[in-house]
């Protein structure tokens, strides 16, 4: 097999994915620049907000950041009442605000795709589940993969799964590309991100070689973080994560998404996540289909800056 191949597609028209030995994910691995240096990324992601995120503080981009939004509950007192209030609020926007973008997605806990899709009125919202022993990813991957097609079984559309954060860090990339690649196949054709809780990955090189291991092994979106772990989502890790997005599309012709998670706490924030996608990954990265942002309190504070008074709606 080629060495870097790793989407067959059969005659069903789907992509399959299959794991490599160590050497093929090394050989692989050797097709991209792993030598980043933090201070480097700092640096870049210093000057990049000093210059270009004042262009992006428009009304446009306001509302174009609400409609890729997923708006998320993952609380250990989430309960069917509580969910189904959370989703009624999304069919309830449409009718408050016809003329501003629903956001992307609501994402729940795998126990809660059910309520969410029974609920959910809203054409074009995608409902995402957490699984694979969210947010430590330390089950058995028999585990994992069960609750990947449970949660499908009962309506997700999406999949958000954790890399095995201790297995890379021990080296076994073995083990993280066969985990990725056993729950992709478990989603089937629905889309699935690979979180790589980067503040727990310490370094670029690290962030850098998670995100293409993670994209080798079938992700269709990387994200930062859990947001259950600190510290969550960096500027500089967006940074490292958008550009192995941008080698990777250079040398597959894949698209993948990217996603910040965790610690999204202003419209600034947003502002920034956005301004290292458009300057590093393009206008063609800049939909709601492969930008998105995990967050609850982002949707109320985009929502008061786009409407003029603060509002709380979500």
Not at 170 to 195: F, L, N, W
Not at 215 to 222: L, V
């Amino acid at each position: 097999m080629a060495e870097h191949h790793h989407h067959d597609h059969c005659e069903c028209g789907h992509e399959h994915h299959h794991a490599q030995p160590t050497s093929q994910i090394e050989e692989a691995l050797k097709k991209y620049n792993l030598d980043v240096k933090d201070e480097d990324m700092k640096a870049a992601v210093q000057k990049l907000i000093a210059e270009k995120v004042h262009e992006n503080d428009t009304p446009e981009v306001k509302k174009f950041l609400m409609g890729s939004v997923e708006l998320t509950t993952l609380k250990t007192t989430d309960s069917d009442e509580s969910v189904l209030a959370f989703t009624e609020k999304v069919n309830q926007f449409e009718e408050a605000y016809p003329t501003l973008p629903h956001v992307a997605t609501i994402c729940v806990y795998p126990r809660f795709a059910r309520t969410v899709a029974e609920t959910l009125e809203v054409e074009g919202v995608e409902i995402a589940c957490v699984s694979g022993s969210f947010p430590s990813s330390q089950s058995l991957i028999e585990v994992k993969t069960v609750e990947t097609a449970l949660a499908i079984k009962d309506g997700a559309t999406e999949i958000d799964i954790v890399m095995p954060v201790g297995s890379f860090l021990s080296g076994d990339y073995d083990t993280v590309v066969d985990e990725v690649r056993q729950q992709k196949e478990a989603c089937g054709e629905h889309d699935m991100k690979v979180i790589l809780e980067t503040g727990m990955l310490k370094t670029a090189a690290n962030i850098k070689t998670a995100s293409l291991l993670s994209m080798y092994a079938g992700a269709d979106y990387i994200k930062t973080s859990t947001g259950k772990e600190m510290p969550a989502a960096t500027p500089e890790a967006a940074y490292v994560m958008c550009q192995a997005i941008k080698e990777y599309y250079d040398e597959t012709g894949i698209q993948i998404g990217f996603k910040p998670a965790g610690g999204l706490n202003s419209v600034m924030d947003a502002l920034i996540y956005y301004t290292i996608t458009k300057e590093i990954l393009g206008e063609q990265w800049l939909t709601n289909k492969l930008f998105r942002m995990g967050t609850s309190r982002l949707a109320n504070l985009l929502l008061s800056e786009v409407v003029g008074e603060e509002t709380k709606f979500f």
